[in-house]
């Protein structure tokens, strides 16, 4: 792995960042621990949780794995957002549900600072001055050392912004959005804004929940058990089967395919290595539910695809060009005239 600044930050963050969404619920303690270890073995840095995860157990494993750990070797990013308890306050981005929260997450994961703090999703009731002026205090008081933003439209994502700088808030260092191979309508607006504002992108669900990791064949009907896209089919996840069963799925792991078979390379190290190319990209987020699969997900940093190849991959993962980016594709066409 390698280190690569966090947007127009001077954090230095592994090029690959270990998401914690699967410990303490497809993964045992005993193997997230192992799992963390060869994570750090392999010249990783970089850590993703969130107090939802498991309800705050995700957040407590990290953190009893952290106390064998030199805590200041590494960057722990966490989120607050989603409901935490019943309570009309235990969930959303007010500074009572931020205060309670950022409490909680330092107390579960044993620290008594957190390196990137993130909001989680927009939350459409409470004022963006309230939210931005609370995670501006978390900074102020050493709670926090930096902040970000997850699922975020980009208005939204441009407003936070532009209030921070109005009002002289601590603005957002980075990104979490959903993007890899099967979900590019991050292109069309996000990618580009973080690029203009110099934010980091760290993305999700890179390799789509195990879709991109070459276990599913066309033919296939349905996704074995004791898969996330099995359980995604009966929770109503997002990467759910029924949901990705189609043939953009399957022309884009053809070819996905067909790449990693000439770079020899493994089709999740082919698939991260195409998010991990990307211009804006920082790091994505890797997620690993057994140690084979962490090995093999380590894979995806420390080469390169070549131009070309990332040229089939991006013609068979092309999103449809609709208005307002209609115009300026054609406008390209022309040389600039229009
Ligand atoms: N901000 C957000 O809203 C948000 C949302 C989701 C995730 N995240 C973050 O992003 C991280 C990664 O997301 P993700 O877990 O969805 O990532 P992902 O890499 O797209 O999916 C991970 C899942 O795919 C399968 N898999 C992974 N590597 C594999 C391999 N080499 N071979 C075969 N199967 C493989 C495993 O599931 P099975 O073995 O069970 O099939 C694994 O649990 C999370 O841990 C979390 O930190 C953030």
Redesign the pocket.
């Known amino acids: 792995m390698n280190n690569r600044l966090l947007g127009k930050t001077g954090l230095k963050v592994s090029d690959l960042c270990l998401?914690?969404?699967?410990f303490g619920r497809?993964t045992s303690e005993k193997d997230s621990f192992a799992i963390l270890d060869r994570f750090v073995e392999a010249g990783g840095n970089f850590i993703?949780?969130a107090d939802v995860y498991s309800r705050g157990i995700s957040e407590e494993i990290v953190g009893r794995w952290l106390k064998t750990k030199n805590r200041d070797d590494l960057v722990i990013a966490t989120k607050v957002r989603f409901g935490m308890g019943d309570g009309p306050n235990d969930v959303g981005l007010s500074r009572k549900h931020i205060m309670a929260g950022v409490e909680a997450s330092l107390k579960r994961l044993g620290t008594d600072y957190i390196d990137l703090y993130q909001v989680?999703a927009w939350d459409p009731l409470t004022p963006l001055e309230e939210t931005l002026s609370t995670l501006s205090t978390l900074v102020e008081r050493g709670l926090v050392r930096y902040i970000g933003a997850?699922?975020f439209r980009a208005w939204q994502l441009q407003k936070a912004i532009y209030t921070s700088r109005q009002h002289g808030f601590e603005a957002f260092s980075c990104l979490?959005p959903q993007y890899n191979l099967l979900c590019r309508a991050t292109e069309y607006e996000l990618l580009p804004l973080c690029e203009q504002e110099g934010l980091g992108v760290i993305p999700?669900?890179?390799?789509?929940?195990?879709w991109l990791?070459g276990?599913f064949h066309r033919g296939m009907t349905q996704a074995p058990e004791n898969?996330?896209?099995a359980e995604a089919q009966k929770q109503g996840w997002g990467e759910a089967w029924s949901r990705y069963d189609n043939e953009y799925t399957w022309g884009v792991i053809d070819v996905l395919m067909e790449v990693s078979r000439e770079v020899e390379k493994t089709p999740?190290q082919t698939a991260l290595n195409w998010v991990l190319q990307r211009q804006a990209v920082t790091a994505p987020?890797?997620?690993?539910?057994t140690m084979q699969?962490l090995e093999?997900?380590l894979g995806g940093s420390g080469w390169v695809l070549t131009a070309k190849q990332i040229a089939r991959l991006d013609e068979a993962s092309r999103m449809p060009v609709t208005y307002p980016y209609d115009q300026a594709a054609e406008q390209q066409q022309r040389g600039g005239r229009l």
């Open positions: 998401g914690a969404m699967t497809e993703d949780t989680h997850s699922n979490q999700w669900s890179p390799l789509r929940g195990g990791s276990k898969t996330r896209v999740a987020i890797i997620g690993a539910r699969q093999d997900n």
